[in-house]
């Protein structure tokens, strides 16, 4: 079987870390490149934390570019309050010997869609959407091209997570989402309805912790950390471990369930700006544009986690 090419476009971030080592234990997939993006924390230190995590999985050959440095019409908002000041607080990981790329990222997506065959390759985006939007607008003939997005962003039943209405990587760059979902590429979107049932309870931390390696302390010590804020924000045992679930439907599209929908951005109001505005019910004639996903199979979800991280 021939390894599905993917685009990690990511803010690590300790759940985007845990995607890309997911992502990087498949053979199922291959990793063309890893863009990162500003979001939970500024552009230096994502582009630092995707190499770090690059080598930690022990793939120093992965080529990771750097893109934009803030959304495209509204100031940055990063998360270091969920995150920590690096980004990856939790583990003590080495300063990373492998390159950044010279090439900018979003040169990078242009370039590789328009040489790769069309629908040959997937964008996964986990942070906000910047680099997908800048590069939809720099090269709308890519939106042809790209095979599908599977994304993690948003939220309708659950609501927002960072205001009542938004989740953080739409609320962060609403313009982009608002390119990308009006692109006409399929989108597959992994909202908090999915993500806040796959908590990082103390026994599924344990199962990365029990596996005696370095990848599996460093991700306890992720989660251990990561979970910390949700769950005092939430009151659950463990924390929503979003990102993942992208990678874990290109792996495992059986373990989500979810329907083809509408879903709409909001742009124009700033107590709602950022909303993912669903159409769960089928209430509009708005084309269905994203397979929405609402629910997922948490315990087969952390199996699959522990046997790929596993393996690094
Ligand atoms: C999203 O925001 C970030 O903090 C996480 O990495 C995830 O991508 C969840 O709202
Ligand atoms: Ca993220």
């Known amino acids: 079987m021939q390894a599905r090419k993917i685009i990690i476009d990511t803010d690590p971030g300790q759940d985007d870390a845990v995607a890309i080592l997911l992502a990087l234990a498949s053979p199922e997939l291959e990793v063309l490149g890893i863009t990162a993006v500003a979001g939970n924390v500024p552009l230096r230190l994502t582009q630092l934390n995707a190499r770090k ?22 100031p940055l908002v990063t998360a270091e309050e969920v ?21 900018h990222a979003v040169d990078f997506i242009v370039e590789t869609l328009m040489v790769e065959e069309p629908g040959s390759v997937t964008l996964c985006p986990l942070g906000p959407l910047t680099n997908i939007g800048l590069a939809l607008v720099r090269e709308p003939r890519i939106a042809k091209r790209i095979g599908a997005i599977v994304l993690m962003g948003g ?27 009006r692109s006409g590429v399929p989108i597959t979107m992994m909202p908090l ?17 029990k ?3 370095r990848v599996g302390d460093a991700t306890a010590q992720m989660l251990d950390f990561f979970e910390r804020y949700d769950e005092g924000k939430y009151g659950t045992d ?39 505005v669903i159409d769960w019910w089928g209430v509009t004639k708005r ?21 790929r991280l596993g393996r690094l």
């Open 193 to 209: 309805d999915v993500t806040h049932k796959a908590l990082t309870t103390g026994k599924r931390v344990q199962a990365f912790r």
């Open 53 to 74: 995590i690059c080598e930690l999985a022990g793939k120093p050959e992965t080529k990771v570019f750097a893109g934009a440095i803030r959304p495209m019409v509204r």
């Open 83 to 103: 995150h920590g000041k690096t980004g990856l607080d939790g583990p003590d990981l080495p300063e990373p010997k492998m390159p950044l790329q010279e090439q």
């Open 287 to 307: 084309p269905k544009n994203a397979q929405v996903m609402r629910d997922i199979d948490a315990d087969g979800y952390f199996s699959l986690l522990v046997e």
């Open 155 to 181: 939220g309708f039943f659950e609501g927002g997570n960072v205001t009542p209405a938004a989740e953080f990587n739409i609320y962060v760059d609403p313009h982009a989402a608002d390119v990308v979902f």
């Open 211 to 213: 596996l005696g390696t």
């Open 238 to 276: 463990g924390g929503p471990l979003h990102d993942p679930c992208v990678v874990a439907w290109l792996l495992k599209p059986e373990l989500f369930s979810g329907r083809h929908v509408n879903v709409s951005i909001e742009t124009g109001s700033e107590l709602t700006m950022g909303m993912t």
